[in-house]
C-alpha cells in the first residue's frame, strides 16, 4: 500500500499529536514539519516550551524541520515545496499565518486544518474561553478544508467533548485543563480526517 504524502504546519503541544499519529500510521508518511520556535512578539517572543520536542522526534525520525516565525518565512514557504514530487495534502494544527492559495494548490487534495473549537460558531482565537463564556457544556475540535478565509472552509469532521471540570476559580484554569484534555484527540481526529479528503 502506498503511503500519502503529508506536509505539517504543525505547532504546540496538540500539533505534536497530530504529528505522532501520522508517524505511527499505515497509511500516511511526513517527511516535511513547519513550526513556531518562539511565542509572538505579543506574547514575549520566547522559545516555546514544546520546540524541543519537535526537535528531538523529528530528528529521532528523519522529518525535516523547519523554522517559521515571521511573515516573510511564511511566504517563503512554497519555495521549499516547489521542487518536491508527489505531495498530496497539507495538515495545519495550530498555525499562526494565513496559508495561500498558492500553497494548497501544490497539493492534489489540498489542506485540512484542525481548529479547537466549534465551526462556524467560534473561528479565530480562543474558542475554547468563548464557549466558557457563553456557558456551553460541550467543546469542539472541529478538521475543515482550508481555503484562503480563516477557519471559513467546508466541515470534514468533528470531535465532541463535555466539560467536566466545574471547580476551577479562574476561567484560565479551566481553559487550560480543557487543553490538555482535549490534546491527544488531535492525533485521531487527524487521522480520521485526512482519510475522510482522501476519500473525495
Not at 5 to 31: N, Q, W, Y
Not at 85 to 92: F, T, Y
Not at 140 to 161: C, N, P, R, S
Not at 179 to 184: D, I, Q, R, S, T
Amino acid at each position: 500500500m502506498t503511503k500519502r504524502k503529508i506536509v505539517g504546519l504543525l505547532a504546540r503541544e496538540h500539533g505534536l499529536f497530530a504529528l505522532k499519529a501520522l508517524v505511527d500510521s499505515d497509511s500516511f508518511e511526513i517527511d516535511l514539519v513547519f513550526t513556531h520556535r518562539y511565542e509572538p512578539k505579543s506574547k514575549g517572543g520566547q522559545e516555546r516550551s514544546e520546540f524541543k520536542q519537535y526537535l528531538d522526534y523529528c530528528s529521532a525520525n528523519g522529518i525535516e524541520l523547519v523554522e517559521v516565525n515571521s511573515k516573510k518565512e511564511a511566504k517563503d514557504i512554497i519555495n521549499k515545496l516547489n521542487p518536491l514530487d508527489n505531495l498530496d495534502i497539507l495538515l495545519s494544527v495550530s498555525w499562526r499565518y494565513l496559508v495561500g492559495v498558492d500553497i494548497l494548490a501544490l497539493f492534489p487534495f489540498g489542506g485540512i486544518n484542525l481548529h479547537r473549537g466549534l465551526l462556524p460558531n467560534y473561528p479565530g482565537a480562543e474558542p475554547i474561553l468563548q464557549a466558557l463564556k457563553n456557558g456551553d457544556d460541550k467543546v469542539y475540535i472541529t478538521a475543515h478544508k482550508m481555503i484562503e478565509e480563516i477557519d471559513q472552509g467546508e466541515l470534514i469532521k468533528t470531535y465532541e467533548h463535555s466539560i467536566n471540570h466545574l471547580n476551577f476559580e479562574k476561567i484560565d484554569d479551566k481553559v487550560e485543563c480543557i487543553k490538555k484534555e482535549l490534546g491527544p484527540h488531535f492525533g485521531v481526529l487527524s487521522l480520521e480526517a485526512l482519510a475522510l479528503r482522501m476519500e473525495k
